[in-house]
């Protein structure tokens, strides 16, 4: 038997309340059964997908959202939820053509153009991922999510300056990230940086499972005095390991 309209606004506020709360495990089902009573009501449908989005239910949500962008084309936050959706679920054509449509409704929007380049690094389409960062990082430079995938683009293309900048503006904002540290070593010991690139190494400390505590640590001395191969020591003619 349909419930009434009374019925309907009271399960409504049920739920939201719930979801308010941050119990989308109890506003899920209530929204399901709202959701069957009026599949045609776009906010509905979209609490539905969010709620099954907390939930870690990303398959299950894809259906609800897909509604709800249909039925709220002039929403941003319910393209950008169902183009999120489909990220996760690995469907990147479909999230970037939601995003586009996202983008269109909110130009500029630094989030947005990240994830278009996510969602065209996905699919290979490098170039065009890094104009979409390009944009990102033009709204809010310091966009860290831009920041890092723009430079292992750079990285890949041989921009080894470029991606430096972007790694060393992550850094102003969290100076003592490991992963990043270890990162910019990389790229600095490559161009033969040692003193920096020897300092930013030691952040693989923090990095469990990536060093073994028996070795040595570098103590900021002088990279000539650094005993490589002490068997083996190294001619200062050559700069080869003599051979005996």
């Known amino acids: 038997m349909p419930l009434s309209d009374s019925q309907i606004q009271s399960l409504a506020r049920d739920a939201m309340q719930r979801a308010q709360a941050g119990d989308f495990a109890g506003a899920e089902p209530l929204l399901a059964q709202l959701v069957a009573e009026r599949p045609n009501a776009g906010q509905a449908l979209h609490l539905l997908g969010q709620a099954r989005l907390k939930l870690g239910r990303f398959a299950e949500a894809r259906e609800p959202l897909e509604r709800a962008a249909k039925f709220l084309p002039k929403e941003v936050a319910a393209q950008i939820n169902y183009a ?47 104009r979409a960062y390009d944009e990102a990082l033009l709204v809010d430079h310091r966009l860290m999510p831009s920041l890092i995938a723009r430079a292992g683009l750079l990285e890949a293309r041989g921009d080894w300056v470029g991606a430096l900048a972007d790694l060393d503006m992550a850094l102003t904002n969290r100076p003592s990230d490991a992963t990043l540290l270890v990162r910019r070593s990389g790229l600095l010991l490559q161009q033969g940086d040692w003193m920096r690139g020897l300092a930013d190494y030691e952040a693989r400390l923090q990095l ?37």
Request: aromatic letters at 8%; hydrophobic letters at 35%; proline letters at 10%.
């Open 84 to 130: 999120g959706c489909l990220t996760v679920l690995g469907e990147h054509e479909a999230s970037l053509w939601a995003f586009d449509r996202a983008a269109k409704l909110k130009p500029y929007d630094p989030a947005i153009n990240h994830n278009r380049g996510h969602a065209l690094e996905a699919l290979g389409r490098f170039e065009e991922a890094e």
């Open 208 to 244: 469990p499972g990536l060093y073994a505590p028996d070795l040595p640590r570098w103590q900021g001395e002088p990279v000539g005095r650094l005993l490589i191969y002490p068997s083996r020591p190294i001619s200062r003619a050559t700069g080869r390991c003599a051979t005996r």
